[in-house]
């Protein structure tokens, strides 16, 4: 019995458990050993009645490794107000399945560094401290760009997450420090390893260890717009785009706020989170895809002076985020776009403002693995008691004149 336990959290779901949740065809295409037709539609539309609904399913076609570069083609074509449900792969364009070890995974990233490290940089940024650096693609794999009509520069891109549906099994790893010396403590855990986890997706929870459960709490560890810069730009940092932001704050029933950077603003998304802490610290959380994340798309042209900088709302909270290489000046930032929030949208003087940031904003570790590291401060609506504050506590930014 014991040797039994122990076989199972070694290896959590094996090819077998894999075949029984997913199906034989969605285990073949996720392994890379069946091709999708070519003749197949880049893009899938399910109509609903008012014709709004889009779905988005990923392969080959519809799909990048971890990277944005704002001349690839739009998969998808939507307008203001519509909804899209979005299927995301499994990292490493799905060959990431139950079973994988750390050796598969050195030798498929391995082809993706060989094919994008060339041409591929970190998105150099004065405000988040990031330099222009030879960077291959990340090891996530993003669903789209999906092109909104209305949206142009200047703008700022609403983003409800609306619903989460999470796929039964994700991972967790931590690469050995011969390949990739990352994670906040590489020196002491030199030795790689991939960890397989069944995510029950009914109970909401999955078994780490014996006896030890960890909730699931399934958000888009990467969601983002194209930069603005032509060039293929590593999916690694987060920036003023969005992109790796790894928040685990910005699950179902959060509303997400980009500033558009080009035409269309060209949003894609992946890197599916299933759980994780405040401060993803080993490298990744557990990860895996997402059967489809629903996300109604919104072109805001109110907005242009009270955000210019990526931006969430809860039903409880505003999240104000800050990324930097250096964590403190993530803090800084953090508390600089609170302020700026509180004092353009409720009016508080912005010394007053920093007073209240003190006493009630908590201040959240996003992540410290993706070269600008995270900090996220999270502004509590329960606090504007006020009547005049009653319809600015809505989960919608209120429209601004």
Same mark, same amino acid.
């Given at each position: 019995m014991?040797n039994?336990k122990?076989n199972?959290?070694?290896?959590?779901?094996?090819r077998?458990?894999?075949?029984?949740?997913?199906?034989?065809?969605?285990?073949?295409?996720?392994?890379?050993?069946?091709?999708?037709?070519?003749?197949h539609?880049?893009?899938?539309?399910?109509?609903d009645?008012t014709g709004k609904?889009?779905? $988005?399913?990923? #392969?080959?076609?519809?799909?990048?490794?971890?990277?944005?570069?704002?001349?690839?083609?739009?998969?998808?074509h939507m307008?203001?107000g519509?909804?899209?449900?979005v299927?995301? *792969?499994?990292?490493?364009?799905s060959?990431?399945v139950?079973?994988?070890?750390?050796?598969?995974?050195?030798?498929?990233y391995?082809?993706v560094?060989?094919?994008?490290?060339?041409?591929?940089f970190?998105?150099?940024?004065?405000?988040?401290g990031?330099?222009k650096k030879?960077?291959?693609?990340?090891?996530?794999?993003?669903?789209?760009?999906?092109?909104?009509?209305?949206a142009?520069?200047?703008?700022i891109?609403q983003?409800?997450?609306?619903?989460?549906q999470?796929?039964?099994y994700?991972?967790?790893?931590?690469?050995?420090?011969?390949?990739?010396?990352?994670g906040v403590?590489?020196d002491?855990?030199p030795?790689?390893?991939?960890?397989w986890y069944?995510a029950?997706?009914?109970?909401?929870?999955?078994?780490?260890l014996?006896?030890?459960?960890?909730?699931?709490?399934?958000?888009?560890?990467?969601i983002?717009?194209?930069?603005?810069?032509?060039?293929?730009?590593?999916?690694?940092?987060?920036?003023?785009?969005?992109?790796?932001?790894d928040n685990?704050?910005?699950?179902?029933?959060?509303? $997400?706020?980009?500033?558009?950077?080009?035409?269309?603003?060209?949003?894609?998304?992946g890197?599916?989170?299933l759980?994780?802490?405040?401060?993803?610290?080993?490298? #990744?959380?557990?990860?895996?895809?997402?059967?489809?994340?629903t996300l109604r798309?919104?072109?805001?042209?109110?907005l242009?002076? $009270?955000?210019?900088?990526?931006?969430?709302?809860?039903?409880t909270?505003?999240?104000?985020m800050g990324?930097h290489?250096?964590?403190?000046?993530?803090?800084?930032?953090?508390?600089?776009?609170?302020?700026?929030? $509180?004092?353009?949208?409720?009016?508080?003087?912005k010394?007053?403002?920093y007073?209240?940031?003190?006493?009630?904003?908590?201040?959240?570790v996003?992540q410290?693995?993706?070269?600008?590291?995270?900090?996220?401060?999270?502004i509590?609506?329960?606090c504007?008691? *006020?009547?005049?504050?009653?319809?600015?506590?809505a989960l919608l930014?209120?429209?601004?004149a």
């Amino acid at each position: 019995m014991e040797n039994s336990k122990k076989n199972r959290f070694e290896e959590k779901i094996d090819r077998r458990k894999f075949l029984k949740y997913t199906g034989t065809m969605g285990t073949a295409l996720a392994m890379g050993k069946l091709s999708v037709p070519k003749a197949h539609a880049v893009e899938t539309k399910r109509m609903d009645m008012t014709g709004k609904v889009h779905i $988005l399913g990923c #392969n080959e076609m519809t799909s990048t490794h971890g990277y944005w570069d704002n001349s690839t083609k739009p998969v998808l074509h939507m307008k203001s107000g519509e909804i899209v449900h979005v299927e995301t *792969g499994t990292h490493l364009m799905s060959k990431m399945v139950p079973g994988a070890t750390i050796e598969d995974w050195e030798r498929w990233y391995t082809e993706v560094i060989k094919e994008t490290k060339p041409k591929c940089f970190f998105y150099p940024d004065k405000k988040t401290g990031a330099e222009k650096k030879v960077k291959p693609a990340g090891h996530h794999h993003l669903t789209g760009p999906i092109y909104i009509e209305e949206a142009k520069p200047g703008d700022i891109l609403q983003i409800e997450i609306l619903d989460i549906q999470a796929n039964n099994y994700g991972f967790n790893l931590n690469p050995p420090t011969s390949f990739l010396k990352l994670g906040v403590l590489a020196d002491d855990f030199p030795q790689g390893k991939v960890r397989w986890y069944y995510a029950n997706t009914r109970k909401m929870k999955y078994e780490f260890l014996p006896g030890v459960e960890i909730p699931i709490k399934p958000f888009p560890g990467t969601i983002g717009v194209e930069l603005p810069e032509k060039g293929m730009w590593s999916n690694v940092p987060p920036g003023k785009h969005g992109g790796n932001m790894d928040n685990a704050d910005m699950v179902s029933g959060s509303v $997400l706020y980009f500033p558009v950077h080009v035409k269309g603003a060209c949003l894609k998304t992946g890197d599916a989170h299933l759980a994780q802490g405040h401060g993803e610290v080993n490298l #990744n959380a557990l990860e895996g895809a997402f059967k489809n994340i629903t996300l109604r798309l919104t072109v805001r042209k109110d907005l242009k002076k $009270l955000i210019d900088w990526p931006f969430c709302s809860t039903p409880t909270h505003w999240m104000a985020m800050g990324f930097h290489t250096d964590l403190y000046k993530s803090c800084q930032m953090a508390v600089r776009q609170a302020i700026k929030f $509180l004092n353009k949208y409720y009016g508080i003087p912005k010394l007053e403002a920093y007073a209240f940031c003190s006493q009630a904003v908590d201040l959240h570790v996003t992540q410290l693995v993706d070269y600008t590291k995270g900090i996220h401060a999270m502004i509590p609506k329960s606090c504007f008691v *006020g009547s005049q504050f009653t319809e600015k506590n809505a989960l919608l930014i209120q429209k601004q004149a």
